[in-house]
């Protein structure tokens, strides 16, 4: 057996939807699976997953294109926390504002 096969996946999501994806893969490896069949399982399970979060800085979502240092400079000095979804399609969507940290995580739960 190749122990350093790799394969690609696109996952339409981020931070904990790739570990989501991840432990997926390997439960279905673990099952005796192929890596391409377990590809091939998340896949089809990748619009089932579900990303609600939000960020504690806005310095990352500056310096990833998504808000413009001027964005990112007043929201972090006014507290502004985005609420944030991973749509279907894998774009980043913001779904509100709140004003701190505690605001944020409330509207998540």
């Known amino acids: 057996m190749d122990n350093n096969k790799v394969v690609v996946a696109d996952s339409l999501c981020a931070s904990t939807g790739y570990g989501m994806m991840l432990r997926l893969m390997l439960d279905f490896i673990e099952a005796g699976h192929t890596l391409e069949d377990a590809r091939d399982f998340v896949d089809g399970k990748k619009r089932h997953i579900c990303s ?45 504002k709140k004003r701190g940290r505690r605001a944020s995580l409330e509207a998540l739960a």
């Open 52 to 96: 609600w979060f939000t960020v504690g800085d806005l310095n990352y979502l500056k310096r990833s294109g998504r808000v413009s240092g001027v964005a990112a400079f007043v929201g972090t000095a006014l507290g502004i926390k985005p609420v944030l979804h991973m749509d279907n399609e894998g774009h980043l969507v913001n779904v509100s």
